[in-house]
Every structure is written in structure tokens, then in C-alpha cells.
């Protein structure tokens, strides 16, 4: 079964000042894996996937990931991050059926300093 | 496009009563969810449909839970008798199927048991 870890649960930064939040996957096959973002009082959004390729990827909002098979990671990073980034983040894996069951990781709470 | 509409987006009730939320998913999207969000226990998978068909309910937590698809635009969630530890946001969500699919995300419904 394909697991999702996020080890921080909680992180701030200033603004303007680089991100990285830690994804890494358990799946015993090539994954599939997406990173989403929750705004209070909103549903998820996705930010951006992976399936196969080039192993950095682009998102919205200025996002990227970057896809370390040896790693088993999957981390978001933003080279400079805005007050309006404050949200809560989960990375996920897609599973490999008809229905396309996700495994999604605890989050990790973004706070922004001024 | 719409996305994904779950109605209502706040509900409060008195314990034993039955409560009934409704999600319709994105037009032509063949998979979906129904999440729960608590601080406690984070985004638990409650159910999930594809083609109007449950495929995996293990997430429900008892059966005062119970989940229907009559068709390919409505689904709902009712909770009968509920409990105050219902008390959460209820996320509906919605794909296209398979596991490279990201899931697009309702707004949620935040339930009040008193």
C-alpha cells in the first residue's frame, strides 16, 4: 500500500524568503504524485503533478517540485514566497486503479511572517 | 466549468437529528470522494464512487454513515442519528478516474453537532 509523509507539520518564513516543504512517497511502483494547497474556509487546490518525464515540475502560483526517485521525494519549493502563500499544504499519491484513489499526506501549515 | 458545488456549506444540528449533504460533481468527471477534515484526525477518505458505484467504504466510520450515487451528477452523505464527534468539514471531490487524475475539490460543508 503507498503511504505519504510530510515530516513538518508546521513552518514560517518571511516574506520574500525561500520555501521547501518535505514530501516523501512509499509505493512500490513508478508513483503518482501531486502536491495541493487549502486556503481557510476553501476545498483543495491542485498546485501541480508528476507522472513521468523531466523530474522538476512547474505549478501554479510560482510553485515547482522537484521528483528524486532515489530519494523517494517529491518537496514543493518557491524561490520567494508572498503573505498570500499562508495555507495549509498536502502532497499526495495516486494509486494505480480505475478509480484513481489518492493517499494523501497530514499537511503542512504554511505561516507567513511580514 | 463549475467545479465541484456541495450544498449546504454550513449546517448546524441538534444531536440525533439527520443530516444530509449533497455534492455534484464536475460535469463528465466518473469518480467521487467524500472526505472528512478534522483537527484531530486531518483528511480522512470516507468514500468513494466511480461510475455511481461505491468501490471502497471502509473510511465510513459506523453506520449511522451512509453514502449514495443515483447518478452521474448528485451524490449525497447522511448521517443519522448524528453526534457532536461528527462535527468536522465535509469535503466532496470529483475526477476523471485513474490514478494519474488530480481531484478537484468542493468548497466544503461544515457540520455543527450540538
Known amino acids: 500500500a503507498q503511504s505519504v509523509t510530510q515530516p513538518d507539520i508546521h513552518i514560517t518564513v518571511s516574506e520574500g524568503a525561500s520555501l521547501e516543504l518535505r514530501c516523501n512517497y512509499s509505493?512500490?511502483?513508478?508513483?503518482?504524485l501531486f502536491w495541493y494547497v487549502q486556503s481557510p474556509g476553501q476545498g483543495l487546490q491542485l498546485l501541480l503533478k508528476y507522472f513521468s518525464g523531466d523530474t522538476l515540475v512547474q505549478g501554479i502560483k510560482g510553485f515547482e517540485a522537484e521528483f528524486k526517485r532515489s530519494q523517494s521525494s517529491f518537496n514543493l519549493r518557491k524561490p520567494s514566497v508572498h503573505w498570500s502563500d499562508a495555507a495549509e499544504y498536502f502532497c499526495?499519491?495516486?494509486?494505480?486503479?480505475?478509480?484513481?484513489?489518492?493517499?494523501f499526506g497530514d499537511g503542512t501549515t504554511l505561516t507567513v511572517k511580514p | 466549468d463549475a467545479g465541484v458545488i456541495q450544498s449546504p456549506r454550513h449546517e448546524v444540528t441538534e444531536m440525533g437529528q439527520e443530516v444530509t449533504l449533497r455534492c455534484k460533481p464536475i460535469?463528465?468527471?466518473?469518480?467521487l470522494f467524500w472526505y472528512r477534515q478534522t483537527m484531530m484526525r486531518g483528511l480522512e477518505l470516507l468514500i468513494y464512487f466511480n461510475n455511481n458505484v461505491p468501490i471502497d467504504d471502509s473510511g465510513m466510520p459506523e453506520d449511522r454513515f451512509s453514502a449514495k450515487m443515483p447518478n452521474a451528477s448528485f451524490s449525497t452523505l447522511k448521517i443519522q442519528p448524528s453526534e457532536p464527534r461528527d462535527s468536522a468539514v465535509y469535503f466532496c471531490?470529483?475526477?476523471?478516474?485513474?490514478?494519474?487524475?488530480?481531484?478537484?475539490f468542493g468548497n466544503g460543508t461544515r457540520l455543527t453537532v450540538t
Open positions: 471531490a470529483s475526477s476523471l478516474g485513474g490514478a494519474s487524475s488530480p481531484l478537484h
Open positions: 499526495a499519491v495516486g494509486a494505480v486503479t480505475n478509480a484513481g484513489k489518492s493517499t
Open positions: 460535469s463528465g468527471h466518473n469518480s
Open positions: 509505493y512500490g511502483a513508478t508513483p503518482y
